[in-house]
């Protein structure tokens, strides 16, 4: 080799490598995982079989999506305890609580009782720390009904009952989410946090818009409690004008999911009822300032406490779907209070999520419009080159739709500081006979993100439901980058 020629290509090298260094590489992980195979072979899977050098223990959740074994129904991976925590399992906060920090709300009671006073922050950071492997909580907006005095701090829905999700303009539910951080933040030596909330407003949630959003009923849709109502006048809102729109929406939505065609077809009834009742599009958004409102105030409130903390947010899958969602998800707006945004693009499951919510959409805005036709205009408005309904949910869809959501990201955070980290499928549960996760699928998808100008990859939902191959396609990918 020319000496000329050696000397670039190791500084070609180096660069890359260089370059390598500073991206992240990161995987959602939750307790039962450290529990069930121990702490030290875990992390030796992460960076050996992934270049994992960061952490994102799921400290907080009631859900199954990020905690738990694998979820019942689908099958067991090839590492771990080969049996599903079905009976077991329960969720809260899977860290020390210090009372402290909770003074100022109702929500008091919410620590895991699954794996009795284990932490799983004191089990995982003194080995992280001694590999280098950096450690961000993360937490989610999911809780059950039957925690202790929860009901204080739920929404309320349009016919008045309440819901099982939290309001964000409740003082108890803020306070708690700012008790939150702070826990986080002063009583473990952490390098970021992060949370999401995989929900939308009233307006968004009645027309079903959303992958499986066909199935909920029009009148449950939130918030309607007293602190939503009080906010809304504030804004000269009329909260009894918002409730006899979203009635008359309600019963749009029936109608359509009955096929029972308006007889002016369903745009131009929607485009009416929103014409006469402006209040349905007031109240979407002050359900979406809410949520930026409450992301800015965590924000604030760990930058108070422990400036060197990294906070947030996991931005929901809808994202890729829903163009009025991706509409809320306004990057420029987003990046002031964002340290970090893991945008949702997983590739695989998406192909039925998509398809889920194009047939939900195809009975309520667009109601008039063959589901293959409904498709192709959402390939056209999102900017997608993917294929046809009926293949969708059995092929999933390409890196070339990370690429594309990568690269929007990327450009709709320029001159921002905000780190973007695509979050990437691995054996995100599908239907039995839709398309499966595989090892060169994940390394396309996370070749696919750097390429747009990533500045890490977020791979997920939980290490628990990973197959080790596919976990794999991720570490070729760092290989070929490196
Ligand atoms: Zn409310």
Not at 448 to 454: L, M, S, T
Not at 456 to 477: D, F, I, P, Q, T
Request: proline share 4%.
């Amino acid at each position: 080799m020319l000496r000329r020629t050696f000397v670039q290509s190791s500084l070609a090298g180096a660069l890359a490598a260089a370059a390598r260094e500073n991206k992240m590489i990161g995987i959602q992980v939750g307790a039962v995982s450290f529990v069930d195979e121990g702490v030290e072979k875990v992390l030796d899977i992460f960076q050996q079989r992934a270049s994992v050098n960061t952490l994102f223990v799921a400290t907080f959740t009631y859900g199954r999506g990020i905690a738990g074994r694998q979820v019942p129904g689908q099958p067991l991976p090839d590492h771990g305890k080969q049996e599903y925590d079905t009976a077991t399992f329960r969720g809260g906060n899977f860290t020390k609580i210090n009372p402290a920090y909770f003074r100022n709300t109702a929500l008091k009671d919410f620590r895991a009782p699954d794996f009795g006073d284990y932490d799983v922050l004191e089990a995982v950071l003194p080995s992280a720390r001694k590999r280098g492997m950096k450690t961000i909580c993360w937490f989610e907006d999911v809780f059950r009904e039957d925690v202790p005095n929860i009901a204080r701090l739920q929404e309320k829905q349009l016919n008045d009952r309440n819901a099982t999700t939290l309001c964000f303009n409740n003082p108890d539910y803020r306070a708690w989410l700012l008790g939150m951080v702070e826990n986080y933040a002063r009583s473990y030596d952490i390098d970021g946090i992060m949370w999401g909330s995989e929900r939308q407003g009233a307006f968004s949630n009645a027309l079903g818009a959303s992958h499986g959003g066909g199935r909920g009923d029009a009148t449950r849709v939130t918030c309607f409690c007293s602190f939503c109502e009080r906010k809304a006048r504030e804004r000269g809102i009329n909260p009894e004008r918002a409730r006899a729109g979203f009635q008359a929406l309600a019963n749009f939505v029936r109608d359509g999911r009955a096929r029972k065609r308006p007889v002016d077809g369903y745009h131009v009834t929607l485009w009416r009822l929103m014409l006469r009742y402006p209040e349905l599009l007031a109240w979407e958004m002050l359900w979406t300032d809410s949520l930026r409102e409450t992301y800015a105030a965590m924000h604030k409130r760990v930058k108070e406490v422990k400036p060197s903390v990294g906070i947030g947010w996991h931005i929901w899958h809808n994202n890729s779907f829903n163009p009025i969602y991706r509409a809320e998800q306004d990057l420029t707006e987003l990046a002031k209070y964002s340290d970090f945004l893991k945008m949702v693009m997983y590739h695989n499951c998406a192909g039925e999520r998509l398809a889920g919510y194009i047939r939900s959409a195809a009975q309520t805005i667009y109601g008039d419009v063959p589901e293959q036709e409904l498709l192709d205009f959402h390939y056209r408005v999102l900017d997608y080159k993917e294929k046809s309904l009926a293949e969708i949910p059995r092929t999933g869809l390409s890196a070339d739709y990370v690429y594309r959501e990568a690269k929007r990201a990327r450009m709709a955070l320029t001159g921002a500081k905000t780190q973007l980290w695509p979050g990437i499928d691995i054996d995100i549960p599908t239907a039995a006979d839709h398309s499966k996760c595989t090892p060169d699928g994940t390394r396309q998808a996370v070749l696919a993100a750097f390429r747009a100008g990533a500045d890490g990859v977020l791979l997920s939902r939980k290490y628990s439901e990973m197959k080790l191959a596919n976990l794999g396609g991720a570490g070729a990918a760092m290989k070929e980058l490196g």
